[in-house]
């Protein structure tokens, strides 16, 4: 059993900066495709960024491109998502999530990860 847990969220002022990050327990097989994703109050949960296996690939959201970047140390079993220029619109519950390497590395649906981390809270104030 996968068990990711996020960490890093908090509330900054806009134009602010967080990373978050996401460490991943359990069975430690590697070979899992990751993203960060969120979820805002009304609305449905979002891909952000995308990353393979090798962290050589990744994709992004249009809304965060320029300002995000996910990348991942396999050594530590660690996700992170280094988030510039937050906005006002940046303001949800981000969540990491695993999926089988046969799921395409830039997938950003949720429906393809299998395994969820509870999330944590980005607040940014104007």
């Known amino acids: 059993q996968v068990r990711l847990v996020e960490s890093g969220g908090e509330s900054v002022q806009s134009g602010g900066s967080l990373r978050l990050s996401c460490v991943r327990s359990?069975?430690?097989?590697?070979?899992?495709?990751m993203a960060w994703f969120r979820q805002s109050t009304g609305n449905e949960k979002e891909g952000v960024a995308a990353?393979?296996?090798?962290?050589?690939?990744?994709s992004y959201a249009d809304s965060v491109k320029g300002r995000f970047t996910i990348s991942r140390d396999n050594a530590k079993n660690t996700l992170y998502l280094q988030m510039n220029s937050l906005k006002v619109e940046d303001t949800a519950i981000y969540y990491c999530?695993?999926?089988?390497?046969?799921?395409?590395?830039?997938?950003?649906?949720?429906?393809?990860?299998?395994?969820w981390g509870q999330g944590t809270q980005v607040t940014v104030a104007s």
């Open positions: 359990g069975w430690t097989y590697t070979h899992y495709v």
């Open positions: 999530a695993a999926a089988d390497p046969v799921v395409a590395w830039w997938e950003l649906q949720p429906k393809a990860y299998a395994y």
């Open positions: 990353i393979s296996v090798d962290g050589d690939r990744t």
